[in-house]
């Protein structure tokens, strides 16, 4: 591989019309990604460009229908790249992560005994506890809870070998945090859980725009996104190791296709939102240059936009050290950079998480606050009733300039 220039994002920011957006005469600060990032103009044009086109539904023997089944093809060998999976049919799309989940959890839990056990994190999405949830209640499954380190915020990954054991059924786990940014370490996870016989899904929404994924490296059994959280389209993607989502029973209608991936996606998929998936996979490949299959550009890809969002994380962090009143949870440790995404969770002395966020929301600054679903997370950390914790997000398209503003922001609000 030839040598990449450093990671300059200003290029790349006149891609996406949205953060061309003025509030009151100034530019836009988007630190909100961990809840939906923006989209370049590829994405636009590949999803309008589908409406424009004429389309169809899926399997007809006319030329819309046959361009609409292109289109879907299409974006499930993107995903199949951007997984690292190993064939296109363990790509299956959806409405959303939570959809897929229900879906996949309701499938796997037919396959239950009263008195079986499952695993959830407190370190999760309310999206992969509440239909593991749910589903352990309908069959009288025991759930057990892998807790983390409220000091910073990383999964006692140490304490699992305690929690599996040969009733274990399935590992529910996110690759990282939405609300504090711990990255945790699945592919050990899947380990352990293999070991026991369970099976391994892996929560990747927020970890998607950080990090490179690679199900086969990982070797978990399902791994879901969403690609509104990496500059796509508001589209569910899981992935599922063939022969088990061959072998699980779908919740489907009757004719649809029996075989993966089709017998999970229910109804008429979005196909306009599939031209985006594609699209935006496209996008991510061409920040790894120009060389090598798309899957070899998407790696370098990932390690240059993470080796960019270290250097912001680490900006933000020294920044916030400066900032009297300001609480960092998570990883604050400089040289921990890698083991957290650039997203962070703050209090401010004196101000409630909702009050700094409307107020940086006055001055054009983006961010959210609450628990933003990261539900566990806060009541382990003492803070549901508290109005949770103000979330900055950063990725690959934000500036260290904005690194700054957010900082005198939070500095002048005191
Ligand atoms: C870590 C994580 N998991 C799951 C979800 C739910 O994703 P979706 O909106 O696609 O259902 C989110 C959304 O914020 C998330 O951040």
Redo the contacts with the bound molecule.
Sequence with gaps: MTQQAPFDPMPLRAQFPALQLEVDGKTAVYLDG??GTQVPQSVIDAMSGYLHHGGSNSGGPFFTSRYTDEITDAARLAMMDLYNARRPDEIVFGQ????LNFSISRALARTWQPGDEIIVTRLD?D??ISPWLLAAEDRGVTVRWLDFDPADCTLRLETLPELLNEKTRLLAI?YAS?AVGSISDVRRAAELAHKAGALVLV?S??FAPHGLIDVQAIDCDFLIS?AY?YFGPHT?ILYGKYELLDGLMAYKVRPAPSKPAGKWETGTQSFESLAGVTAVVNYLATLGGEAGSRRERLVQAMARTKTYEMSLSLRFLRGAAQVPGLHVYGITDVERLDERTPTFAVSLDGFSPEAVAERLGELGIFVWHGH??AVAVMDRLGLLDKGGLVRIGFNHYNTADEVDQVLAALASLR
Excluded: Q
């Design positions: 961990p809840g959303n992560m939570t959809s999405h999206a992969n996110t939405n929560d929404v927020h969403s959280k569910g933003y679903y």
